[in-house]
């Protein structure tokens, strides 16, 4: 039988304390949310509103002492609700880095890599940030 907990994420998580993420909604005023970790391929964040799953949206992630924000498209993947703290956590999977229509800038991807660096712990083993595949 199939673990259906087992972690798929290929990309290890890091928290990056202060980080915010923003983007407009459909009826043009814009959200502002807490980032809870993130990754090179995507964000986790909480919110007091939720979205439709596939919907994509342009990102700001506003990182504390940087002065321009990253710029990202995603897709809305996965949607909780956490009934004490009274929030939506919202999983965002970037699309590709490339220089195609829809694509990432790949810089964004190398400034990602270097927050990696910087905010990962250093007791996280290279074992944490692999696919587990239970047979």
């Not at 994420?9 to 993130?38: H, N, W």
């Not at 995603?74 to 699309?95: A, S």
């Amino acid at each position: 039988m199939e673990d259906k907990s087992a972690e798929k994420r290929e990309c290890k998580r890091f928290v990056i304390p202060g980080a915010t993420v923003s983007y407009e909604l459909k009826k043009g005023t814009e959200e502002f949310s807490q980032i809870v970790d993130m990754s090179r391929a995507g964000i986790k964040y909480q919110s007091d509103k939720s979205l439709d799953l596939n919907s994509e949206l342009t990102l700001k992630i506003s990182i504390p002492g940087e002065t321009i924000p990253l710029i990202l498209i995603g897709q809305v993947r996965w949607i909780t609700f956490d009934k004490k703290k009274k929030k939506y956590f919202i999983g965002i999977q970037f699309n590709p880095y490339g220089e195609k229509s829809g694509q990432n800038y790949p810089g964004n991807l190398v400034k990602i890599i270097a927050l990696e660096q910087k905010f990962s712990t250093p007791q996280e083993s290279e074992s944490d940030k692999y696919e587990i595949d239970i047979e």
